[in-house]
């Protein structure tokens, strides 16, 4: 009975977590501008969907590090200037139809499945 609870607890704290980390991305993606973001670094090698590749980009002499598919490697070079979305301020930046709003509803989802598991335990225990 007890891992009902806890198990809904440990969902709803970190559903809350994700979402609070989350929201950055989800400003940029409804406040940001698109701007041209030059390349400064790609990995050696794409291949591979285990691992995760990163893109280091440059825009007004800060980088912004963009995780990236397998294709993009094939697709870009450094140097090359590219279409991001951007908010001053904000550490994110995302393809210009990149959105994080699935992500937050899928969290508030997990959230509400753990606060439902919190309360059916507790009322199942008053009873």
Known sequence: ???????GVIMLIGSIALIVNNYNG????????????????LPNSCLGTKVKHFVTLSYTGENYIKMIGGKFCDEHNIGELIDMKYLEGSPIVLFPKESVLRNLISFGILGLLGL??????LTKSKR
């Open 1 to 7: 009975m007890r891992l009902i609870f806890w198990s």
């Open 26 to 41: 989800f400003k940029v993606e409804r406040s940001g501008v698109l701007v041209k973001m030059r390349i400064k670094k």
């Open 116 to 121: 439902g598991m919190i309360v059916y335990q």
